[in-house]
């Protein structure tokens, strides 16, 4: 697909370290368009959405919220723990949205495999399909993020 003048602009702006240091895009050198048609396929695949990701990632952040630091077991496979860190931060759309700085961990204990993520991060799929490009910190591949976070009869 080609890529239209604003995508290019917004393209920029993720690549910069303007709102995060490293970028959006960290290392990955693919435009902007190509990386969220790569990460949509692999969502698809998958048989999911990326509300439904985003709502699942939502549902976990706001269980472990009031357990703040420590680690609650949501299931025989699950655990998550929430932090804040002083602040928000805006999302990099061309829209109003500012999210607080805040990180979810989830850990599958029957695979031991961790994943991160940010309140942006949900909203960024949700909104955007953006995972982030490959090499940025929050960078969160599809595959690993569904493996990790939905039962594991899924």
């Known amino acids: 697909m080609k890529q239209s003048p604003d995508m290019k602009k917004l393209e920029e702006v993720l690549r910069s370290g303007r709102i995060v240091h490293g970028g959006f895009l960290g290392t990955d050198s693919r435009r902007l368009i190509e990386i969220i048609e790569t990460d949509l396929a692999a969502v698809e695949r998958l048989g999911l959405t990326c509300v439904s990701i985003a709502k699942r ?82 960078r969160l591949e599809p595959e690993q993020l569904a493996g990790i976070i939905f039962p594991a009869s899924k």
């Open 57 to 138: 990632m939502l549902e976990l952040t706001e269980a472990a919220r009031p357990r703040y630091g420590a680690w609650m077991e949501m299931d025989d496979y699950l655990s998550v723990r929430c932090e804040d860190v002083k602040g928000s931060i805006v999302c990099p759309w061309p829209h109003a949205g500012r999210f607080v700085k805040r990180i979810t961990t989830a850990h599958r204990r029957d695979l031991d495999q961790t994943i991160s993520w940010t309140d942006l991060n949900i909203h960024m799929i949700a909104e955007h399909g953006f995972f982030e490009g490959k090499g940025s910190f929050f």
